[in-house]
């Protein structure tokens, strides 16, 4: 029963996880060129990269899922990621945009936990699309929005396995706290750079020493987004100690008896009966 619960629709292979890996390499970059561009660079006075990041990202997006899905995906994980998927980016309107409040996270969360860092990783980007599409969210900032989640999902599925009960549950909620603060944190640096120049308090400032331009994003989080990311963490957290144990059942249940991992074998036994 124990090896039958940690049966993944999705495993890893050397060519998937090196793109996976690859891939974050770029989105931190992508994320973080305003504090890491050294000041003397040309990166740091540019106002193109954050578009060339959110040109380029959707292209590695494709790869690496395109990837995973070559490794891994049978029409059984496929089905299990549509179903998934369209419940997550039904759960992101019920509260998208007020006071920070997202069920989808809860969701991410817990199935990234039963079904893998490689499926939990496919299931936010696409979810995030997929809601995107449904709440005329689409813009530069999607695949930031996709390659965030997917971490969030990816994230939970490479915590430690041993725990359940109630002390999975704890560690999930945790879990979901940071990594929803995380989530707003970073896109905030997405965001971040665009509103340069426009407040001496908060903007980032092209060429200022880091100590300088983190002090600014540091005020820019507590002004603009802390009042979303604490309600977001917060309705996570008590979604996932309230719900987790029947979801986590369900997700179990249905991996199991999906049988993933079984392989497909055809008989000829009903032919030769008739």
């Known amino acids: ?57 959707p292209l590695l997006l494709a790869v690496v899922v395109a990837s995973i899905a070559d490794t891994g995906l049978d029409a059984k994980a496929i089905a299990m990621l549509g179903v ?71 994230g939970s599925g490479l915590l430690w396995q041993r725990p359940r009960g109630r002390a999975e549950l704890v560690m999930l909620a945790g879990y979901g706290v940071v990594s929803s603060l995380l989530y707003g944190t970073v896109m905030n640096l997405q965001g971040w750079p665009y509103i340069g120049g ?18 600014h994003f540091v005020a820019y989080c507590l002004a603009t987004s802390m009042g979303w990311d604490l309600p977001r963490a917060a309705v996570t957290a008590v979604l996932t100690l309230a719900l987790g144990a029947p979801v986590l059942k369900a997700l179990r249940r249905a991996t199991r008896r999906a049988a993933f991992e079984a392989p497909v074998a055809f008989s000829d036994a009903g032919r030769a009966g008739r």
């Open 198 to 215: 426009l407040s001496s308090g908060v903007g980032y400032l092209p060429g200022a020493p880091l100590a300088e331009n983190l002090a």
């Open 84 to 154: 998934l998927a369209a419940a997550g980016a039904a759960l992101r309107p019920l509260g998208a945009g007020t006071a920070g409040i997202e069920p989808m996270f809860f969701l991410i969360v817990l199935a990234g936990r039963v079904l893998g860092p490689g499926f939990g990783f496919v299931l936010g980007a696409v979810s995030m699309f997929a809601s995107a599409l449904l709440t005329g969210g689409v813009g530069p900032w999607m695949p930031f929005q996709m390659l965030s989640m997917g971490w969030v999902g990816m």
């Open 1 to 57: 029963m124990r090896r039958a619960e940690h049966i993944r629709p999705v495993r890893l292979g050397p060519r998937s996880a090196v793109a996976l890996a690859l891939l974050s390499l770029v989105g931190l970059a992508a994320f973080g060129w305003p504090l890491l561009a050294d000041p003397g660079s040309g990166l740091a006075h540019s106002a193109d990269a954050p578009w060339l990041f959110a040109g380029l990202l």
